[in-house]
C-alpha cells in the first residue's frame, strides 16, 4: 500500500472518532451549561491531559519546532518553563481558588467571571470582544500548524489539509459542546505525546546520540547550542513569559478550572498536567537538531514535518502526523467553545440583555461555533507570519487584558470596579500599541505590568465602598 494511504487511513480512523465522540458526548448536553462547561463534572485525568493538549497544540509541535530550528538549543527553555509555570504553578495557584469561587458566583466564563466577581457589567462586555477577536488570530496559528503538517506528511495542498482538519473539528464541537472538547483533548494528549516520544527516539538513533548531534550544530553555529545565544536574552525572555505566564490569563486554558470536578481532582490534575506538560520541551530540542540533518530549510514551521518525513518509517510518520493533527484540533475546538460562550451567553445574552431559551442558546452557540471557525479558516488560507509570532501576538493581548484582573481577583478582595476597568483597558492599549509600533521588548510585557500598576492604583484613587465578594 502506498505510504500516503496508509496515513489517509489512520487519520480516517481518527477522525471517526472523533466524530463519534462528539455524537456521545452530544447525547449528556441537555443544558447550556452542559454545553459550556461539562456540567463541572470532569475528573482530574480528562481536565488534566486536555489542558496539557490545548496548551501545547499543534503551535508548540510545529511552531516551536520551528523557533529551535531558527534560534537553536537556548529555546528549550520556553519548554522548562512552560512546565514549571505554564503547568504547575497554574494549577497550583489557581486551580482551587477558580473552582471554588466560579462555582459561587455561577460564572461559567472569564467574562462572566468579570463581571459577577467586580459587579461591573462593562468589564463582561469589554473582554468578551477582546477574547473573541484575538482567539481568531490565535485560531489562525493552530490552522497554519495544521496546514503545514498536511503539506509535507501526505504532499497535498496547504489549503486542502486546512480545510479538512477545521471542518472535523467545527463537526464535533457542534455536536458535542464542552464535553466533546475535554474527553477528545482527552485522547488527543495521549496520542500527542506518544507521537512526540517515538520521534524523539528515533530521531536521535538516526543522529547518533544526543551528544554528537549537540556537536556537530555547534560546529554549524557556536550560538544555537548557547543561551541566548543567537536570539538575546529580550526575544528569549519575552517569549517565555508570555507562552508560560500569559496561559494564566487564557479562557481556554482557566476553563478548565472551571469544570473539573472537586479539589481532589485539581491536586490530581496539577501532578498529572505537570509531567504531561513536560513534552513541551521535545519540539524545541528536536527543531534545534534538526539542522543538522536539514541546514536549509527555508520556511521554520516546516523543520519538523521534514525531519520526521525524512527519517521515521511509515507507522511512526502516521503517528506523529495523527499527533500533530490532534494538537492542533484539542485547540481549535477549546477556542471555538470559548468563542460561542463569550459571543452568545456572554455579550448577547448577557451584556445586550437579549434573552434566549435553553434550546436557543444552544443551537445559537453551535452556529456561532461554525462562524468563528470559518472566519479563522479564511485567514489562515493566506496567514500572515509564523506560527510562534502570531501565538505571542494573540496571547500578548489577552493576557494583557483579562491576567491581572483574574489572578488578582481570586486573592485581594480590597480591589474596586474602577481599578479593575484601569486595569483591563490600559493593559490592553498599551500591549496593543506597543506590538503595532514595533517597540523593543514584546508587548506582552509592558501590557501585564501596565495592568498591574493600574490595578492597585485605580483601586487606591476609587477605592471600594463596601465589600464585592468574600473571597
Known amino acids: 500500500m502506498n505510504n500516503v494511504w496508509i496515513h489517509v487511513l489512520f487519520l480516517a480512523l481518527y477522525f471517526i472518532g472523533l466524530i463519534l465522540i462528539g455524537v456521545f458526548t452530544g447525547r449528556k448536553t441537555k443544558t447550556s451549561e452542559d454545553y459550556h462547561l461539562g456540567g463541572r463534572s470532569i475528573g482530574a485525568l480528562v481536565s488534566s491531559l486536555s489542558f496539557v493538549a490545548a496548551y501545547f497544540s499543534s503551535v508548540v509541535i510545529i511552531g516551536g519546532g520551528g523557533f529551535g530550528y531558527k534560534y537553536g538549543l537556548s ?71 495544521l496546514g503545514n503538517t498536511f503539506e509535507v506528511i501526505l504532499g497535498i495542498d496547504y489549503t486542502v489539509g486546512l480545510l479538512i482538519s ?29 507521537g512526540l516520544i517515538y520521534v524523539f527516539v ?127 484540533m484539542s485547540t481549535f475546538s477549546s477556542i471555538l467553545i470559548i468563542s460561542s460562550t463569550s459571543l452568545i451567553k456572554d455579550l448577547w445574552t448577557d451584556s445586550f440583555h437579549k434573552q434566549l431559551s435553553e434550546k436557543n442558546e444552544m443551537v445559537y452557540s453551535r452556529v456561532i461555533n461554525v462562524f468563528i471557525g470559518v472566519v479563522s479558516i479564511i485567514i489562515a488560507w493566506n496567514p500572515p507570519g509564523l506560527v510562534l509570532t502570531l ?17 488578582l481577583g481570586l486573592y485581594w478582595s480590597k480591589a474596586s470596579q474602577k481599578g479593575a476597568l484601569l486595569s483591563m483597558v490600559g493593559g490592553f492599549l498599551v500591549a496593543l500599541l506597543w506590538m503595532v509600533f514595533k517597540l523593543p521588548v514584546h508587548g506582552f510585557i509592558p501590557g501585564v505590568l501596565t495592568s498591574f500598576v493600574l490595578y492597585f492604583v485605580g483601586s487606591w484613587i476609587f477605592p471600594l465602598k463596601e465589600k464585592l465578594v468574600d473571597l
Do not use: H
Open 202 to 328: 528515533v530521531a536521535l538513533q538516526k543522529m547518533g546520540g544526543l551528544t554528537q548531534s549537540v556537536a556537530r550544530l555547534q560546529a554549524i553555529q557556536p550560538g544555537f547550542v548557547e543561551t541566548p545565544g543567537i536570539w538575546g536574552f529580550s526575544g528569549l525572555i519575552s517569549f517565555i513569559l508570555i507562552v508560560s505566564l500569559g496561559v494564566w490569563g487564557m479562557p481556554q486554558m482557566v476553563a478548565r478550572f472551571y469544570s473539573v470536578k472537586d479539589n481532589t481532582a485539581i491536586r490530581r490534575g496539577t501532578l498529572i498536567a505537570t509531567i504531561g506538560g513536560s513534552l513541551a520541551i521535545i519540539p524545541y530540542l528536536l527543531g534545534a537538531l534538526t539542522r543538522t540533518m536539514y541546514p536549509s530549510i527555508s520556511n521554520v514551521d516546516l523543520a519538523l514535518p521534514t525531519l520526521v518525513n525524512g527519517i521515521m518509517p511509515v507507522f511512526g510518520i502516521s503517528l506523529f502526523f495523527i499527533g500533530v493533527v490532534a494538537a492542533g
Open 391 to 407: 501565538t505571542a501576538f494573540s496571547w500578548a493581548i489577552i493576557a494583557s487584558t483579562c491576567l491581572v484582573p483574574y489572578v
Open 75 to 145: 529555546t528549550i527553555w520556553i519548554g522548562v518553563v512552560n512546565v514549571l509555570v505554564g503547568c504547575f504553578l497554574a494549577w497550583l495557584v489557581l486551580g482551587k481558588r477558580t473552582r471554588r469561587l466560579t462555582e459561587k458566583l455561577k460564572a461559567i466564563s472569564l467574562p462572566d467571571f468579570f463581571q459577577k466577581r467586580y459587579q461591573y457589567p462593562f468589564l463582561k462586555t469589554f473582554s468578551s470582544i477582546v477574547i473573541v477577536l484575538f482567539l481568531i488570530i490565535y485560531n489562525v496559528s493552530i490552522l497554519k500548524g
Open 166 to 194: 477545521g471542518f472535523i473539528v467545527l463537526v464535533y464541537v457542534m455536536f458535542g459542546g464542552y464535553l466533546a472538547v475535554v474527553w477528545t483533548g482527552f485522547i488527543q494528549a495521549i496520542l500527542m505525546g506518544a
